[in-house]
């Protein structure tokens, strides 16, 4: 039987919100079996559950962000995007995460870091079935026509994969990769798409700050990019890292459904608000999908069976 997987103990991490600016602290813990992964303000007078499901987000603007009955009005995470993807590749089911401010810590901002503090507190399986959400039909969503046409889609496929093109038309982003699939089943999440960080644009700051957003940002833990090249001292981590990066964020995205995908995703130019889109006009359609476990280790998708090793 592959099993659910939750965390062996307790792991911590302090850090700054990339948009809020704000000190926060995680503590992640060990969760009973279908919990799923739920996020608790215990910062307020009465500390608040906000379970991740694709109905609790709230709001997509620049990060994936939720709360309660997805009620923008309450209490709210945002930018869970990374700390999900993280969770996703490496197959967590069910964790509990403590969290002192509105807004998950951005760290180096990759999901690197939160690979590294989740198997510090080490993987440990759970005596119940692992639930797969199993396409089983093309769903797809576009947008806008011509040079601002964007869309994404799901199909069918025995484990998953994700594909992501983007096209900025800016210098620095066109010398490196415009596309790039991954696929789980090769067990290098971790060494592949992890480590791709957040990126932004000088110009784009003052707007951003204007409206609020990106007040924790800098370049410890954002790729800074002006008219015509990267300004970080150190690069890039990978050739194609920004087409990686909007991997790492549709896995985190796509987590948001509660249960690991068994799909092909497929997306041009998306982001979180058209991710989140998908996922519910997927669930909307009862004929698109269906939830699967698998008692036999063989009758899995390659790579899914197995723990990821530790660093």
Known sequence: MIQ????????????????SGQKVELTLR??????????????????????VRPDTVSDTRMATTISPNGDPGAPKVQTIEHLLSACAGLG????????????VPILDGSAASFV???????????????????????????????????????EPYHGYKLSFEIEFHHPALDATGQRREFDFGSGRYKTDIARARTFGF???VEMMRSRGLGLGGSMDNVIVVDEYR?????GLRY???????????????????GKPLLAAYTAFKGGHALNNKLLRKLLADQSAFEIVSFERE??????????????
Do not use: C
Request: aromatic share 6%; charged share 30%; hydrophobic share 45%.
């Open 30 to 51: 060990p969760a009973p079996p279908d919990t799923g992964i739920v996020f608790r303000r215990i910062d307020l007078p009465v500390p608040v559950d906000i379970p």
């Open 92 to 103: 967590l089911d069910n964790v509990y995460i403590d969290i002192t401010a509105e807004e």
């Open 230 to 234: 990267v300004l970080n001292a150190d």
């Open 298 to 311: 063989s009758d899995a998708p390659r790579g899914f069976a197995e723990l990821a090793p530790a660093w």
């Open 202 to 204: 000088t110009k784009d």
């Open 4 to 19: 659910q997987r939750t965390l062996k103990s307790l792991t911590r991490a302090v850090g700054v919100g990339v948009h």
């Open 116 to 154: 590294f503090l989740l198997q510090s507190a080490g993987i440990e399986l759970q005596n119940a079935p692992k639930r797969f959400l199993r396409v089983k039909k093309a769903v797809e969503l576009r947008e806008g026509e011509g040079a601002s046409l964007k869309w994404a889609r799901l």
């Open 239 to 257: 050739d194609d890292e920004f087409v990686k990066h909007k991997i790492l964020d549709a896995i985190g995205d796509m987590h948001v459904a």
